[in-house]
């Protein structure tokens, strides 16, 4: 190895600098832009208003998943301004030669989880979308990360965005996660630790044994929250899991190309002795099953643990932002969570839809059926999982507990297309924000795993999941 | 270095013809305060107005579910609604504004309304990058100077605060100075109301060297 060792991130940075000039920010090239229909009509408004093309079609990649419908395909949609906007999202894709997979495409899905499926998502990357949750992507060892409007447009028109380097950040989760505590567990721990702000400015790599031994779902969802935590971007070195699960995939490198790009991507890991501007650890062995109780990712806690108590915070802005949140969501502070009713019970999301998710969530309703006046709602993450799923018969065992199996998206983790709490409902949800109003206006959630979730539909209250595994 | 960015800035502004952005230089404006810490995205916009295809309009639902009961009127205890709110050009937002989701959108809706510049202790990393791209001013001060300006802003509902982009200073109505920091990239971009789409632009020929170089 030459020269300074150096860490995933300064590895694939270094690789995309178009141009750096002192004091300005530098132009970084970006391998693929993910699209979709919310955040992107105004940044094509922009290419057309100046006579512009995208640059590299072959480097964009569309689908429609955040406002559209998850009810039956056959259906049209009834919300007016969704299909305009979906209207839109074509007449940009068939202008501007853009690759899409449109509403009624059989690898439709959330952007964040067509990306890896199709294996468009590859070690070394970078990637960006008009999207928060881009830092999925990072699992695969790419630096993946959400971007504005105005950046999309220039990324459709130069393949480029002007970025200033952010500070690294190590995570390092060592131990064996005890039965029922899995991915999303980890990052709850973690943003509970470190705070919503806690990684802001930095861009975070995942190590330690208990990342390596997550499935590259797993490790979807560790990074895909990364930005709940403020952190730029989130990433994990690739190694035999990532090729394993990117070997075969459709836009991956086939023969003698796969050969040489494993050889690439294995040198990709953070070299012994690199330098991180801040490291953080967490113990996979004292991990449980978490839950949030507040209107922020930070404000969670694990499953058996008591609301805390806003009198016991010494910040004055912290105190009120928890009592605000205990009011939003009436919790008294003192009380454990474990046996508080919900109404809703939501599985999917691009933190948690994807397979794997889907089958932790089946065996635990397994011939049980879900609590009366519970709606619990399973929507797969792509309708490439929802086969996948009805081949192993998991849409059968949600149908039959009478959950609603439904069609691929977004859903009730963003509420804009209709899938929403009503005001004053409780949801436990296995996406990723529970923000004020995030799940309907008035709407309460708390975010857990798709174990905690499935647990919940069945009894109807919050429950830990340990209690209803074998 | 100075030299290098007055370059950049010039060439951006002569190809800038379709350029949207104002130059920034300095304004005072009635300052309003929303001390709340954490406010993210989705308070700032609700998801359900991000199905408009432009940027119009995004005023009137700036902080909708804050704004409007559930019957969609009015509700008076929210700052936006006093009437000292009125015409508020400063808003002193509480620590890590913006965070969440990437909507530009929530910029847009703050200038919609007519926010020229949001007062902090820190900004989420994706907000303070769409708030640059739009001229909307991110201004980061310490944690001694926000609790002063959220105690001013209470004690006088016609709090005026003066903004400077060339000198980074605050201005208060006592004429003290507060100095802010600012890259220097996005200061010289905001001075010359700058377009970096149009930059990119200009750096065709090295894009296309760093494709063939590296078999883009």
Redesign the interface.
């Known amino acids: 190895m030459n020269g300074t060792p150096k860490t995933l991130f300064e590895k694939i940075w270094d690789a995309h600098v178009v141009s750096q000039n002192e004091g300005a920010p530098a132009i970084l090239y970006i391998d693929l832009q993910l699209v979709h229909e919310v955040t992107s009509p105004q940044a094509f408004t922009e290419l057309r208003n100046r006579g512009i093309k995208v640059r590299r079609p072959d480097r964009t990649v569309a689908t429609v998943d955040h406002s559209i419908p998850t009810y039956a395909r056959s259906l049209p949609i009834q919300d007016a301004l969704a299909a305009k906007q979906l209207d839109i999202m074509y007449a940009n894709a068939r202008d501007f030669d853009i690759r899409i997979y449109d509403r009624m495409s059989d690898k439709q899905g959330i952007v964040h989880v067509i990306g890896p499926e199709l294996g468009l998502t590859q070690p070394g990357m970078t990637i960006v979308c008009g999207d928060s949750h881009t830092s999925t992507h990072g699992a695969f060892g790419t630096l993946a990360f959400g971007i504005g409007t105005s950046e999309a447009a220039m990324v459709l028109a130069t393949q480029t965005l002007l970025q200033r380097k952010p500070k690294t950040m190590n995570v390092r989760v060592d131990g064996t996660l005890a039965n029922g505590v899995t991915a999303k567990d980890i990052i709850l721990a973690l943003i509970a630790k470190i705070g919503v702000d806690g990684g802001t400015g930095h861009a975070v790599e995942y190590s330690g044994s208990a990342i390596r031994a997550q499935t590259m779902e797993g490790r979807m969802t560790i990074c895909n929250m990364s930005i709940e935590g403020g952190a730029r971007a989130g990433m994990i070195a690739p190694d035999e899991t990532t090729f394993n699960y990117v070997a075969g995939r459709e836009f991956a490198p086939k023969g003698a190309e796969w050969d040489a790009a494993v050889a690439r991507w294995k040198q990709l890991p953070t070299d012994d002795d690199a330098h991180y501007d801040a490291v953080v650890e967490l113990d996979a062995n004292a991990l449980e099953p978490m839950i949030t109780y507040g209107n922020n990712p930070g404000m969670g806690i694990p499953i058996t643990a008591r609301v805390p108590d806003p009198d016991a915070l010494g910040d004055v802005h912290q105190k009120a932002a928890l009592q605000k949140a205990l009011q939003y969501m009436d919790l008294q502070p003192g009380k454990s969570l474990l046996g508080h009713p919900v109404n809703v019970v939501f599985i999917g999301s691009c933190t948690n839809s994807r397979i794997g998710d889907l089958r932790l969530a089946a065996n635990v309703m397994k011939g049980k059926r879900v609590a009366e006046n519970v709606r619990v709602m399973v929507v797969p993450g792509s309708q490439q999982v929802k086969r996948q799923a009805e081949q192993e018969g998991l849409d059968k065992i949600f149908r039959e507990a009478g959950a609603e199996w439904r069609e691929a998206g977004c859903s009730m983790c963003i509420a804009m297309n209709g899938d929403q709490l009503a005001p004053g409902e409780y949801s436990v949800s296995t996406s990723n924000r529970n923000f004020e109003g995030r799940q309907g206006k008035g709407g309460r959630t708390f975010l857990a795993s798709p174990l905690t979730a499935a647990a919940t539909a069945v009894t109807g209250v919050v429950t830990d999941p340990r209690s209803v595994l074998s | ?2 030299l ?2 007055a370059h ?1 800035c010039e060439i951006i502004y002569e190809i800038s013809n ?1 350029n949207e952005m104002e130059p920034i230089k300095s304004f005072k404006g009635k300052t309003i305060h929303l ?4 406010v ?1 995205t ?2 700032i916009i ?3 107005y ?6 119009k309009g995004l005023g009137d639902v700036v902080f909708y ?1 804050w704004r409007y009961d ?1 019957a969609g009127n009015p509700n008076p205890e929210f700052l936006l609604n006093k009437p000292h709110a009125a015409g508020a050009t400063i808003l002193v937002a ?3 504004f913006g ?6 959108h929530a910029p847009w809706a703050l200038q919609g309304f007519g926010f020229q510049a949001i007062v902090s202790t ?1 900004f ?3 907000f303070r ?2 708030s640059l ?2 001229g909307l001013l991110p201004i980061v001060v310490d944690k001694a100077t926000h609790e002063q300006l959220l105690d001013l802003a209470v004690e006088d509902p016609d709090l005026q605060l003066e903004v400077d982009l060339e000198t980074q200073t605050l201005t208060l109505p006592d004429g003290r100075r507060v100095e802010f920091p600012i ?3 996005s200061k010289e971009c905001l001075l010359n109301g700058v377009d ?2 149009g ?3 200009r ?2 020929d ?2 296309e060297e ?2 063939r170089a ?1 078999g ?1």
Request: with cysteine; glycine share 4%.
């Open positions: 270095m100075k290098v960015l950049q379709t001390p709340n810490t954490d993210d989705d308070q609700p998801a359900r991000l199905k408009v295809t432009d940027k579910d559930a509480g620590h890590n965070c969440g989701s990437s909507r530009e820190q989420a990393d994706i990058n769409n791209k739009n890259d220097s990239f970096e789409l930059y990119l632009m750096q065709r090295v894009i760093y494709e590296n883009k």
